[in-house]
């Protein structure tokens, strides 16, 4: 099965998508699934678990999607995860044939789920 994943625990998830509220819920989605679109938030509830280091995990384990959007608003955050994957691309550790974008979303108060 194709699933496509968003991985956010602020934002409302997409319709069509498995929502991944951290990066284990997304590692073990990856592991299991075959991902066509994978669409990437840096900021987490947890402040030392983010969405770089779940690039860093995808990079160094070969797990990918067809395609990977970051839309993350923290423009640092945000960039850094670009980078990661741009530098795998190049040094051959991730196919070239996957596209990653960078198109960060606004939070917006009416897309937060109440707590």
Do not use: W
């Amino acid at each position: 099965m194709t699933i496509s994943v968003f991985m956010d625990d602020y934002r409302t998830c997409p319709s069509g998508y498995v929502l991944a509220e951290d990066i284990d819920q997304c590692i073990a989605l990856l592991e299991t699934n075959r991902v066509d679109h994978l669409s990437l938030d840096h900021d987490l509830v947890s402040k030392t678990r983010n969405g770089l280091m779940l690039v860093q995990y995808m990079v160094r384990h070969h797990l990918y999607a067809n395609r990977i959007t970051i839309h993350s608003a923290n423009a640092a955050g945000s960039k850094a995860m670009y980078r990661h994957f741009k530098q795998a691309q190049e040094d051959f550790e991730m196919p070239k044939s996957i596209k990653v974008i960078l198109k960060p979303m606004p939070l917006h108060a009416s897309d937060r789920k109440m707590r």
